[in-house]
T-cell receptor
């Protein structure tokens, strides 16, 4: 089976812009979670989607949003980008509510 | 919410020695505790996990122990090899499962040949 894929892999944006990241889970996996990874804050949970519904949400501002489509692919959107949003954004998919498999991440740089 | 503390932040061992990484968690409702290995520039990979109804789990050179009373769990790597060098993260999930995981800050393990 193909693993979790994320596009794009690298992105450079300017402050104030918005960005959309995409995640395709492993075939058959219906749960997709998003995490932000930074050197200073580590891995922080953003949100989890299951069957097109947001099941859990982390402590991030409303500028961070997401959605999941009927084929389980997920997108996350960040509006009004700030310098502090520069990070590696990882998505992970799960078949059960336990084992998670991560994608390679999207490296976002905000200038 | 859940809080996970991980120690040590860096660990250096000689090849063949054992390595132990410890994590504590705060939420007694957490019931799933995975460990991930992240090599430089790569994605985190699940290496072992344990659920709250089990005290210990082993997979070849890797083992995880869980003490629910004390709210701590540990990763043990025996007979370390240079390819074990990586950042290791522990995580804890609330009753909802791994979809919402709280991660420790990571331990950078260096295995010297």
């Amino acid at each position: 089976k193909a693993g979790v894929t994320q596009t794009p892999r690298y992105l450079i944006k300017t402050r104030g812009q918005q960005v959309t990241l995409s995640c395709s889970p492993i075939s058959g996996h219906r749960s997709v979670s998003w995490y932000q990874q930074t050197p200073g804050q580590g891995l922080q949970f953003l949100f989890e989607y299951f069957s097109e519904t947001q099941r859990n949400k982390g402590n991030f501002p409303g500028r961070f949003s997401g959605r999941q489509f009927s084929n389980s692919r997920s997108e996350m959107n960040v509006s009004t980008l700030e310098l502090g949003d520069s990070a590696l954004y990882l998505c992970a998919s799960s078949l059960s509510r336990f084992e998670q498999y991560f994608g390679p991440g999207t490296r976002l740089t905000v200038t | 919410g859940e809080n996970v503390e991980q120690h040590p932040s860096t660990l250096s061992v000689q090849e063949g020695d054992s390595a132990v990484i410890k994590c504590t968690y705060s939420d007694s409702a957490s019931n799933y505790f995975p460990w991930y290995k992240q090599e430089l520039g790569k994605r985190p990979q699940l290496i072992i996990d344990i659920r709250s109804n089990v005290g210990e789990k082993k997979d070849q050179r890797i083992a995880v122990t869980l003490n629910k009373t004390a709210k701590h769990f540990s990763l043990h790597i025996t007979e370390t090899q240079p390819e074990d060098s990586a950042v290791y993260f522990c995580a804890a999930s609330e009753s909802g499962g791994a979809g919402k995981s709280t991660f420790g800050d990571g331990t950078t393990l260096t295995v010297k040949p």
